[in-house]
Antibody
Framework: EVQLVESGGGLVQPGGSLRLSCAASGFTFSSYYMNWIRQTPREGLEWVAHIKHDGSEKFYVDSVKGRFTVSRDNAKNSLFLQMNSLRVEDTAVYYC???????WGQGTLVTVSS | DVVMTQSPLSLAVTLGQPASISCTSSQSLVAGDGKTHLTWFQQRPGQSPRRLIYENSDRDSGVPDRFSVSGSGTDFTLKISRVEAEDVGIYYCMQATYWPRTFGQGTKVEIK
């Protein structure tokens, strides 16, 4: 079955760190660019980060530049998002999404609160 | 960043009746390759978003033909010819012509 499964979400204090993981299966992961997209009830959907199939290029939304790092391990069919210096406004459901935004995971909830 | 504006934000439709959702971009979405990178998503209650239409005209596999799109440049419309109960949810447009990719606010479709 073609699917993406996120993990690693949870409750963290402002200023803390969290690492999200995404396990891909059912398709040739190494051939696809990948994304992280987040969703909040107030702000809706926001694209966060993008990584080329071989990891050689990465793009970030301005609000997370310098704090978040996207990476991948093609040998393990896995995508990651390292989130540092977390802020209350980073609270969201984070989705792992295959490019061209045609396959979404079920999402993992990140809550930043004291 | 390109601002995507949807209207209405909420829509109550009688079963079997048509529905239309507008999406306007702050810049033309025609890319250098001549393609219009405008995508529509459906998010049913409790589910992840699902892609319906991409490149402004191509329906994804399994998407009923009652869903169609029109428009070009900066103004686009998603139309549902006859709304069914399974169409309830929130619909989003997204542009992928420019970085960062940006989404509309979403339009909630309910049954009247």
């Amino acid at each position: 079955e073609v699917q993406l499964v996120e993990s690693g979400g949870g409750l963290v204090q402002p200023g803390g760190s969290l690492r999200l993981s995404c396990a891909a299966s059912g398709f040739t992961f190494s051939s696809y660019y990948m994304n992280w997209i987040r969703q909040t009830p107030r702000e809706g959907l926001e694209w966060v980060a993008h990584i080329k199939h071989d990891g050689s290029e990465k793009f970030y939304v301005d609000s997370v530049k310098g704090r978040f790092t996207v990476s991948r391990d093609n040998a393990k069919n896995s995508l990651f998002l390292q989130m540092n210096s977390l802020r209350v406004e980073d609270t969201a459901v984070y989705y792992c999404v295959r490019d061209p935004i045609d396959l979404w995971g079920q999402g993992t909830l990140v809550t930043v609160s004291s | 960043d390109v601002v995507m504006t949807q209207s209405p934000l909420s829509l109550a439709v009688t079963l079997g009746q048509p529905a239309s959702i507008s999406c306007t971009s702050s810049q033309s979405l025609v890319a250098g390759d001549g393609k219009t990178h405008l995508t529509w998503f459906q998010q049913r209650p409790g589910q992840s978003p699902r892609r319906l239409i991409y490149e402004n005209s191509d329906r994804d596999s399994g998407v009923p033909d009652r869903f169609s799109v029109s428009g070009s440049g900066t103004d686009f419309t998603l139309k549902i010819s006859r709304v069914e109960a399974e169409d309830v949810g929130i619909y989003y447009c997204m542009q992928a012509t420019y970085w960062p990719r940006t989404f509309g606010q979403g339009t909630k479709v309910e049954i009247k």
